[in-house]
């Protein structure tokens, strides 16, 4: 059985971008394939510390995996969820493959050039990290990785660190597809980036200092359906989907899409060329209020007890697979 993986990046309150752009899309990939796939869901808790952990970092961990349950995540055999940190092959083969990898590639990573740009000096785990999550992936054999285009570059260094150690031992790494063929596989030609609602040349964020830029998913109903009709549009009174000359009201067509489940295009036919703008930001308060209610009562009714299960269940899983997979590594460095 093949394998789709993806890793739960601990948020202490996602924004309504961060729910449509990442966390939809990953649980609908998962409902969809989990009869003909392992769909494995890590807590990344070891990538979170290279930079300081801000709050309550063991209750926004298990909030994140709430917010995917939420989401209508359908738990079944072949879902399983666990902790990076938990699985202590995860930290032995990011060793092994560090003697694989080179400084001279690692250092070409464009993530590593942004984050230690203008600095004296970073930490040796922004350095290190690609290696970290190439271990991530070839510990549990997976094929497809759902990752934003920022990760690219990490999913190629994955396959090349895999293909020399193939090369080097035998057909020990199942390589990953490459990154063309996994964004076919997704199906999203081009990622999900919603705006935000103020300036719409920018992506929503929860760190924009405006309250009405941003919809929380904690956010009350009635308060994010006023943000909804507060939007930034603009005066060419022609409701078109057009990210370049029109991204505020594309972004409305892409959230109405989105929330409700619709294929774009056909969103767009249903509103293109009407003129009034407040009928399409009545219809996506609408939308966006109703699934707000919707998604915080499910969320208030998933206990705390039900993830610890969960993981505990999954780590078990994590622990078989990964074990197995560096026993292999191991004999082949001579290490057993």
């Not at 993806?6 to 309504?16: A, D, F």
């Not at 920022?150 to 490459?178: C, S, W």
């Not at 009201?249 to 407040?278: C, F, H, M, R």
Request: include cysteine.
């Amino acid at each position: 059985m093949k394998t789709i993986l993806t890793g739960i990046r601990v948020n202490s309150e996602p924004t309504l971008g961060n729910f449509l752009g990442a966390m939809l899309p990953m649980v609908r990939l998962a409902n969809k394939y989990s009869k003909e796939y392992n769909i494995n869901i890590f807590v990344p808790d070891l990538h979170s510390i290279i930079a300081e952990v801000d709050g309550d970092f063991q209750k926004n961990l298990v909030n994140s995996i709430k917010y995917y349950i939420a989401s209508g995540l359908k738990i079944d055999e072949n879902v399983h969820i666990y902790r990076q940190s938990y699985v202590p092959a995860h930290s032995e083969m990011n060793w092994i493959l560090n003697c694989v990898a080179t400084m001279g590639e690692l250092s070409r990573m464009t993530q590593f050039k942004d984050k230690s740009q203008g600095k004296e000096s970073v930490n040796a785990g922004i350095f290190d990290y690609p290696v970290l999550m190439a271990s991530d992936i070839l510990l549990y054999s997976a094929n497809y990785i759902p990752v934003g285009e920022d990760q690219f570059q990490h999913i190629e260094l994955t396959r090349n660190l895999a293909m020399r150690v193939n090369n080097k031992y035998g057909n020990i790494f199942v390589v990953p597809e490459k990154t063309a063929d996994q964004v076919k596989f997704m199906g999203e030609e081009e990622g999900v980036r919603i705006r935000d609602l103020v300036n719409p040349e920018k992506k929503m964020s929860k760190s924009a200092v405006s309250e009405n830029s941003k919809i929380m998913l904690s956010d009350d109903p009635k308060r994010a359906a006023k943000k909804i009709m507060g939007a930034t549009t603009d005066s060419y009174a022609n409701i078109k989907f057009d990210m370049f000359n029109q991204p505020g009201i594309s972004n409305l067509l892409q959230i109405e899409a989105l929330i409700n489940d619709k294929p774009l295009q056909d969103v767009i036919a249903t509103w293109n060329g009407e003129s009034k703008y407040g009928d399409l930001k009545k219809q996506v308060a609408s939308s966006v209020s109703v699934f707000l209610e919707n998604f915080q009562a499910e969320l208030e009714a998933i206990p705390d007890d039900m993830v610890y299960e969960l993981l505990e269940t999954g780590e078990i899983y994590a622990n078989d697979v990964a074990d197995k997979k560096l026993l292999q590594l191991q004999k082949a460095f001579k290490l057993r």
